[in-house]
C-alpha cells in the first residue's frame, strides 16, 4: 500500500540555523499538508499546497516557513531560522482530492521529529 | 478562531468496558474525520462524517455527527489492548477550505 514517507525521522539543530524537513507524498495525490505537534500535544495545521501554491496557511505559518514541491514527487518544509519552541514532531499529509476513492482522507507521514538546541 | 475540543484528556478502561469520547466545535463544520495515533505513531484516518446527525459504524466502533454539525462522538464497545492510542477527532470549516481542525484528543489506555 502507498505511504508518505518522510525524511529525516530525527533532526537536531541549533537555534538559528534553517532546516529543511522533506516528505514524498503518495503519488496521485493532489492536496498537501505539513502539521506540527509538540510532545503530548494536539496536531496543528500549518499549512496546505495545491496546483504548486500555498492554498492555505495557519497563525503559525509565518515568514520563518516556507514550503516547496521542487519536483513531481518532494515536498519540503523549510525553517529559516529555527527558535526553541519550533522543538516538535513535524508530519507531512497527502490527500488524494475530488474523483479519486477516498477523496478527502488525509494520508499522514510518519514524522521528523525536530529538536531544536 | 476554530477551536475543537475533546472530553475526556485521559481515559484509562479495563478491557472490555466501553468507551467514549466527545468533540466539540466552537463553529458549524463542513465535515469531521477520526483519527487514532498510537503512541509514537503518526495520525491514521478512521472516517469521515458529513451530514447532519449521521452516525456510522465500524466493527465495534460507532461514529455520531451531531444535528448541529458542532460536536462529534466516537464509542467503542469492548475496548481491546489493541485500542490504545489517542483519539483526535479533526474538523473542516464551512469556508470550503481542506484543512483539519484538530481536536485536543483522548488518550486510551486499556488495563488488559
Known amino acids: 500500500e502507498p505511504e508518505v514517507t518522510q525524511t529525516p525521522s530525527h533532526q537536531v539543530t541549533q537555534m538559528g540555523q534553517e532546516v529543511i524537513l522533506r516528505c514524498v507524498p503518495i503519488?496521485?495525490?493532489?492536496?498537501f499538508y505539513w502539521y506540527r505537534q509538540i510532545l503530548g500535544q494536539k496536531v496543528e495545521f500549518l499549512v496546505s499546497?495545491?496546483?504548486?501554491?500555498?492554498?492555505?496557511k495557519s497563525e503559525i505559518f509565518d515568514d520563518q516557513f516556507s514550503v516547496e514541491r521542487p519536483d513531481g514527487s518532494n515536498f519540503t518544509l523549510k525553517i529559516r531560522s529555527t527558535k526553541l519552541e519550533d522543538s516538535a514532531m513535524y508530519f507531512c499529509?497527502?490527500?488524494?482530492?475530488?474523483?479519486?476513492?477516498?477523496?478527502?482522507?488525509?494520508?499522514f507521514g510518519p514524522g521528523t521529529r525536530l529538536t531544536v538546541t | 478562531g476554530q477551536q475543537v475540543m475533546q472530553i475526556p484528556q485521559y481515559q484509562h478502561v479495563q478491557e472490555g468496558e466501553d468507551f467514549t469520547t466527545y468533540c466539540n466545535s466552537s463553529?458549524?463544520?463542513?465535515?469531521i474525520q477520526w483519527y487514532k495515533q498510537r503512541p509514537g505513531g503518526h495520525p491514521v484516518f478512521l472516517i469521515q462524517?458529513?451530514?447532519?446527525?449521521e452516525v456510522k459504524k465500524q466493527k465495534r466502533l460507532t461514529f455520531q455527527f451531531g444535528e448541529a454539525k458542532k460536536n462529534s462522538s466516537l464509542h467503542i464497545t469492548a475496548t481491546q489492548t489493541t485500542d490504545v492510542g489517542t483519539y483526535f477527532c479533526?474538523?473542516?470549516?464551512?469556508?470550503?477550505?481542506?484543512?483539519?481542525?484538530f481536536g485536543t484528543g483522548t488518550r486510551l489506555t486499556v488495563i488488559p
Open positions: 462524517l458529513v451530514k447532519s446527525g
Open positions: 503519488s496521485n495525490h493532489l492536496y
Open positions: 479533526a474538523g473542516r470549516d464551512q469556508t470550503g477550505a481542506n484543512n483539519l481542525f
Open positions: 463553529t458549524t463544520l463542513s465535515n
Open positions: 499529509a497527502s490527500q488524494p482530492g475530488q474523483g479519486q476513492k477516498g477523496a478527502y482522507e488525509q494520508y
Open positions: 499546497f495545491y496546483n504548486n501554491e500555498i492554498s492555505e
